[in-house]
C-alpha cells in the first residue's frame, strides 16, 4: 500500500512565522503535490515537483515554496505566515507524470495561523 | 478549461437508504480520468475508483456503484443501503493526459457532504 505521512496533523503558528510542512512517501513516487482546502472551495492547488529539485507552480502559490531535496520528500514552506493561510494543507503523491495517474493523500495538517 | 461541478452541497439520508452522488464535467479533450475520493472528517482523503474516457461501462464494488456517461458529462456515484459509516465528503476530480502544467495534477469539484443517521 501506499504510504503518505504528513509531519503534523495540526499546527498553530504566529502571524510572520516561517512554517515548515513536511511530507514523505514511502512508493518512490516521481510526481508529489501540495494543495490547500478551503471550505466552499475545495481543493487548489499550491506548487507540484515532478522530480528532485524540480518544482512548478501550482494554481495558488503566492506566498509559499517548496523544497525537493529527496525523492521521497516535498516540503511546504510559509515564509511569513498569514492569518489567510490558516487552512487545511494536504500532499499526494503519484507514480509518475500523467493524467492517468492515481494520485495518494496524506492524513492533511490543519494549520492555524494567529 | 477544465471543470468540474458537484451540485450537491450536502445530502442527508437515513440508514439503509440509496443516495447518489452527481459530478457533472467539462472538458475539450477527447482523453481524460475520472476520480472519486472519500473523506471522511479525520481528513485523509480515500481513492475510490479512477475511470478512463474511452472506458464507459459501469462499475460496482459492494455497495458502492459509479454510471460514466459522456453523452451527459456526468460520472455519479450511489451507495447502496447507506450506513453511518459512509458520512464522509466525496470529491469528483478531473485529469487529462494533455494537461502539460500542474504535472496532470487533478481539478476537483467542491465536494458533496453525506450524512447518514442511523
Known amino acids: 500500500d501506499v504510504k503518505v505521512t504528513q509531519s503534523s496533523r495540526y499546527l498553530v503558528k504566529r502571524t510572520g512565522e516561517k512554517v515548515f510542512l513536511e511530507c514523505v512517501q514511502d512508493?518512490?513516487?516521481?510526481?508529489m503535490f501540495w494543495y490547500r482546502q478551503d471550505p466552499g472551495l475545495g481543493l487548489r492547488l499550491i506548487y507540484f515537483?515532478?522530480?528532485?529539485?524540480?518544482?512548478e507552480k501550482g494554481d495558488i502559490p503566492e506566498g509559499y515554496s517548496v523544497s525537493r531535496e529527496k525523492k521521497e520528500r516535498f516540503s511546504l514552506i510559509l515564509e511569513s505566515a498569514s492569518t489567510n493561510q490558516t487552512s487545511m494543507y494536504l500532499c499526494?503523491?503519484?507514480?509518475?507524470?500523467?493524467?492517468?495517474?492515481?494520485?495518494?493523500f496524506g492524513p492533511g495538517t490543519r494549520l492555524l495561523v494567529l | 478549461a477544465q471543470k468540474v461541478t458537484q451540485a450537491q452541497t450536502e445530502i442527508s439520508v437515513v440508514e439503509k437508504e440509496d443516495v447518489t452522488l452527481d459530478c457533472v464535467y467539462e472538458?475539450?479533450?477527447?482523453?481524460?480520468?475520472l476520480f472519486w475520493y472519500k473523506q471522511p472528517p479525520s481528513g485523509e482523503l480515500v481513492f475510490l475508483i479512477r475511470?478512463?474516457?474511452?472506458?464507459?461501462q459501469n462499475e460496482i464494488s459492494g455497495r458502492y456503484s459509479w454510471n460514466f456517461q459522456k453523452s451527459t458529462s456526468s460520472f455519479n456515484f450511489t451507495i447502496t443501503a447507506s450506513q453511518v459509516v459512509d458520512s464522509a465528503v466525496y470529491f469528483c476530480?478531473?485529469?487529462?493526459?494533455?494537461?502539460?502544467?500542474?504535472?496532470?495534477?487533478?481539478?476537483f469539484g467542491k465536494g458533496t457532504s453525506l450524512l447518514v443517521t442511523p
Open positions: 499526494a503523491s503519484s507514480l509518475t507524470a500523467g493524467g492517468q495517474e492515481t494520485q495518494y
Open positions: 512508493m518512490d513516487h516521481e510526481n
Open positions: 515537483s515532478y522530480d528532485v529539485k524540480m518544482k
Open positions: 472538458t475539450r479533450d477527447t482523453t481524460y480520468y
Open positions: 475511470r478512463n474516457s474511452f472506458d464507459e
Open positions: 476530480a478531473l485529469s487529462d493526459v494533455n494537461h502539460s502544467n500542474s504535472g496532470y495534477a487533478l481539478n
